[in-house]
């Protein structure tokens, strides 16, 4: 359990809470520099009050910080003997972490296309980079790569033209193509 507690002139207020929004719906909550996952590693609460003209910030979370879940040795060798060395030679993440993380973006993309939003810019990009990594990976469906990368980028340049009705047929394409893929080769 990690908790911060701040506090704020009334001044800043509003930009924080915006900032604050920003990075819960991006899936990521900066404080005190310190980067917080919310997607990988739990849940957070956020009290606000104003106590004597500031702005008291209260973040409780169920969380640790990206430092805090580095792996140890035990956990390095078998994470080591997990993913494929050719990908770690290159710099690139374990296949299953990366592939964990784009799960748990697409379950926020699809929420916003659902109800009819736009989804989180931060988050968009981050899974159209992670796409784009993801489809690096040999032996792991690459007749699907191609036309995964082509229909991600359709839907991310739907995004950021704001079009909501292409991003909806854009990532209905990307859902089939990631569903045939994930049956084929899970």
Not at 20 to 29: F, I, K, N, P, S
Not at 69 to 76: C, E, S, Y
Not at 101 to 127: C, H, Q, S, W
């Amino acid at each position: 359990m990690s908790k911060r507690k701040r506090l704020f002139p009334n001044t800043d207020a509003s930009e924080l809470v915006r900032k604050l929004a920003e990075g819960l719906a991006a899936g990521e909550v900066e404080l005190d520099g310190e980067t917080f996952n919310l997607a990988q590693n739990g849940a957070v609460n956020v009290k606000l009050k104003v106590k004597h003209g500031s702005l008291v910030v209260k973040l409780t979370a169920d969380l640790a910080s990206a430092a805090a879940h580095a792996p140890t040795p035990k956990t390095a060798r078998s994470t080591e003997r997990i993913s494929r060395p050719s990908a770690a030679a290159h710099g690139k993440p374990p296949y299953k972490n990366l592939k964990k993380r784009m799960n748990d973006d697409y379950k926020l993309i699809v929420r916003k296309i659902k109800i009819g939003d736009l989804p989180n810019a931060t988050v968009v990009e981050r899974f159209h980079r992670d796409s784009l990594l993801m489809t690096s990976y040999p032996d792991k469906g690459e007749e699907f790569y191609v036309p995964f990368r082509q229909a991600i980028d359709t839907f991310v340049n739907a995004v950021r033209g704001e079009n909501i009705a292409q991003a909806k047929t854009a990532l209905g394409q990307v859902d089939h193509l990631r569903k045939t893929a994930h049956r084929r080769y899970k």
